[in-house]
Nanobody
Framework: QVQLVESGGGLVQTGGSQRLSCAASGRTFSSYTMGWFRQAPGKEREFVAAINWSGGTTNYADSVKGRFTISRDNAKNTVYLQMNSLKPEDTAVYYC?????????????????????WGQGTQVTVSS
């Protein structure tokens, strides 16, 4: 079993920055595609960013390109989401997810159903 625990959420002003962390345990972290998703009130969960096992390939939603950066440190079993130039529309619960079933596929990395493990989520609120 894989367990994922997000941290780093909180309240930040428009234009500010925040870094989320996701600590993984239970199985070999380095082999997993990792992703970040978010869910705002009244909306469906949406893709934010993904990263392959080595960190050499990333994928971002259009809404966050140029502002967010996903990275991973396999030695620490941790994936990060650096969020810059935050906007009120970034307000959501952010979830870390892992795909332990298959290798990285670009189109699948943005699909929530392809991930089999999820963290509990961390709230990010961007004030105007």
């Amino acid at each position: 079993q894989v367990q994922l625990v997000e941290s780093g959420g909180g309240l930040v002003q428009t234009g500010g920055s925040q870094r989320l962390s996701c600590a993984a345990s239970g199985r070999t972290f380095s082999s997993y595609t990792m992703g970040w998703f978010r869910q705002a009130p009244g909306k469906e969960r949406e893709f934010v960013a993904a990263i392959n096992w080595s960190g050499g390939t990333t994928n971002y939603a259009d809404s966050v390109k140029g502002r967010f950066t996903i990275s991973r440190d396999n030695a620490k079993n941790t994936v990060y989401l650096q969020m810059n130039s935050l906007k009120p529309e970034d307000t959501a619960v952010y979830y870390c997810a892992a795909n332990t079933l298959a290798g990285y596929v670009a189109s699948y990395s943005a699909t929530a159903s392809r991930y089999d493990y999820w963290g509990q989520g961390t709230q990010v609120t961007v004030s105007s």
